[in-house]
């Protein structure tokens, strides 16, 4: 099956972190170099680390969660108001569709016993 893309012609594209644009290879490419890929990457990393910490609290001790997911909201609060203060226009959250469809079993429902 043939490519429906050509290396031959450069894509001009926008990074999806800084906001620049750029000319690619391939036109799925999402950022301008090294520098946007790292800190795109390092901040959803960092994000994710402190949201996997309450996350798991809140699932398996529960007694202590209290008041976790308020904090979870408020802190996507801020990070999306961080986002919107970069003006690049993209969103710092991937469509989650995306991990479901590679993870099916995320979808299926499990049995009590």
Known sequence: MASTFSYAT??????RECGCEFE????????CGLKCTNDYN????????LLYD??????YR????TGLWSAMCRLAEEWRAE???KATGFKSWK????HLNR??????KRGRI
Do not use: H, I, S, V
């Open 62 to 65: 529960r007694a202590k969660a």
């Open 10 to 15: 450069p894509y001009k594209l926008t990074c």
């Open 42 to 49: 390092g901040r959803r990393m960092r994000r994710g680390m």
């Open 103 to 108: 993870r099916p079993y995320l979808r299926a």
């Open 24 to 31: 690619a290879k391939k036109p799925y490419a999402e950022f």
């Open 54 to 59: 309450f996350f798991m609290q809140m699932r």
């Open 83 to 85: 986002d919107e203060a």
């Open 95 to 98: 469509d989650p569709t995306e």
